[in-house]
């Protein structure tokens, strides 16, 4: 058991080393991200200067769920399995079937390395951000929410890794997912809460949303830290995110199991 656990620490830390291997893309990466949230913070900040309130949120409420809600996409977002359908479509997925390892658990096990080196620059990144602006930010007044957020952010990692490798997994059948992958992602990126929140839309709409994976990769997480989900929604808000998991962890297994039976590495 110890020495399975040490093979994949090795993994992560081998990640992490690798992430520092280009060290212009890995800054250029950080800058991108300091940007995202700066503009964010900047384009609310602005709103509310003659607004008291706006699609129900006062400007402490706005922008602590901005600023939560990147800190929810650092840790959420940050992945290596992207990489997964371009080593399929190249062969070197051969390499990977000839090691003692869990193909499942080793990209996992590199998503960790990638989520913990994100967690540590966003953390000194989001510190200086917040001594220069300032913000008005709301803590939990009690543990509940923290606990039930921690939890949430767990399910949107698993949830997110799970979206990932289906769509990596469609490199055995596919020669090129970039524009699939690149729909799908944008579509997510807008509907999963990370650039405001969801229930500025009308109401028929916020609940359509709610029957699609993406609110629970950073919206539900953030409204749960703001405690602003009544016991009756967190339920079901929790329950959808187990089922979603669930199915794309089912998929995302069943297509691997399919595609590894269709795989061939000519040359290899």
């Known amino acids: 058991m110890v020495s399975k656990l040490r093979k994949y620490w090795t ?25 995202q949230t700066v503009v964010s913070l900047s ?33 959420v977002f940050a992945s290596r399995t992207i990489d997964v359908s371009s080593i399929i479509d190249s062969g070197d997925l051969s ?31 989001l510190t200086a951000i917040y001594f220069i602006f300032r913000p008005p930010l709301i803590l939990p007044n009690s543990i509940t929410p923290v606990v039930l957020t921690c939890i949430a952010v767990l ?22 997912v970039w524009a699939p992958r690149f729909l799908f992602f944008t579509v997510m990126f807008f509907t999963s809460g990370s650039l405001f929140p969801l229930d500025i839309f ?32 967190i ?7 187990i089922l979603w998991i669930i199915t794309c962890g089912i998929l995302a297994i069943g297509m691997w199991k399919k595609g590894i039976v269709d795989y061939t590495a000519e040359g290899r």
């Open 11 to 35: 993994v992560i830390t081998t990640t992490w080393a690798n992430g520092f291997a280009y060290p212009l893309s890995f800054w250029m990466w950080r800058f991108r991200q300091v940007i």
């Open 43 to 75: 384009l609310w900040e602005s709103l509310f200067i003659s607004s008291g309130t706006m699609f129900g949120y006062d400007r402490a409420q706005m922008l602590t769920y901005i600023f939560a809600a990147n800190i929810v996409g650092f840790i």
């Open 95 to 125: 390499l990977y079937l000839v090691r003692p390892v869990q193909f499942f658990v080793y990209w996992f096990s590199r998503d960790l390395a990638d989520k913990a080196q994100n967690i540590i620059f966003s953390t000194a990144e």
């Open 155 to 176: 399910g949107g990692v698993l949830l997110y890794y799970f979206v990932n490798m289906i769509f990596g997994f469609l490199g055995f059948w596919a020669s090129d």
């Open 202 to 233: 009308p109401q028929q709409v916020v609940r359509i949303f709610s029957y699609t994976p993406f609110p629970y990769l950073v919206f539900f997480q953030t409204k749960l830290w703001l405690s602003q989900l009544p016991p009756d929604q």
């Open 235 to 241: 339920v079901r808000g929790f329950s959808l995110m």
